[in-house]
């Protein structure tokens, strides 16, 4: 079956650490998004990429990198400058870069940083 | 600057009732899109439908329906007969602008449906 894959669905962390989110997929996407999500809120962009070895911020970047080395890999690491990394992040793609394309999103990770 | 609005933060039916949720949006672009996505409690957005601003057209699909208005940029997406099922957060989104596909997300309207 083709889809996203994020690992692991919930993840703690010691505040100052960094911790890498996984996100993969199969279905043979050229771009690929990271978003995050607080209670009550809209999903918010950190950062896309529209092929390999691109990527660009989005609205909320700061604290966060990315790398596309892989067309099927998009991981996301939170860095201890992120000042309130608690959240549920969710890894989407879409068949080409453009406004008419519907994301596929995996099943999202929860990062609970204490 | 594009926003989406979806005044209904949470709404609860009896299983069996017909139920709206309203998405208004505001864009300067003359070409766009709007989506639906459905966000049952494991977490994982479902696409449900996508419109672009030359298609008002309503849809219908089994039991959802979508309205389109662009007199009142409004897309209003109703369930009939809701089921339990249903029970899940829907986001309704907007792209614009050509190129990149910025996607606005409006804050979601949690929809419980009570048996």
């Known amino acids: 079956d083709g889809g996203i894959t994020q690992s692991p669905k919930y993840l703690f962390r010691k505040e100052g650490q960094n911790v890498t989110l996984s996100c993969e997929q199969n279905l043979n996407h050229d771009a690929m998004y990271w978003y995050r999500q607080d209670p009550g809120q809209g999903l918010r962009l950190i950062y896309y990429?529209?092929?390999?070895?691109?990527?660009q911020k989005g609205d909320i970047a700061e604290g966060y990198s990315v790398s596309r080395e892989k067309k099927e890999s998009f991981p996301l690491t939170v860095t201890s400058a992120q000042k309130n990394p608690t959240a549920f992040y969710l890894c989407?793609?879409?068949?080409?870069?453009?406004?008419?394309?519907?994301?596929?999103f995996g099943p999202g990770t929860r990062l609970t940083v204490t | 600057a594009q926003k989406v609005t979806q005044a209904q933060t949470e709404i609860s039916v009896v299983e069996k009732e017909d139920v709206t949720l309203d998405c208004v949006y505001e864009?300067?672009?003359?070409?766009?899109?709007l989506f639906w996505y459905k966000q049952p409690p494991s977490g994982e957005l479902v696409f449900l439908i996508r419109?672009?601003?030359?298609?008002?057209q309503n849809e219908i699909s089994g039991r959802y329906s979508w309205n389109f208005q662009k007199s009142t940029s409004s897309f209003n997406f109703t369930i009939t007969a809701s089921q339990v099922v249903d029970s899940a957060v829907y986001f309704c989104?907007?792209?614009?602008?050509?190129?990149?596909?910025?996607?606005?997300f409006g804050t979601g309207t949690k929809l419980q449906v009570i048996p």
């Open positions: 989407a793609s879409t068949i080409k870069p453009g406004q008419s394309y519907e994301q596929y």
């Open positions: 419109r672009n601003s030359f298609d008002e």
């Open positions: 990429s529209q092929i390999v070895n691109d990527f």
């Open positions: 989104a907007l792209t614009s602008g050509g190129g990149y596909q910025k996607v606005t």
């Open positions: 864009t300067r672009d003359t070409t766009y899109y």
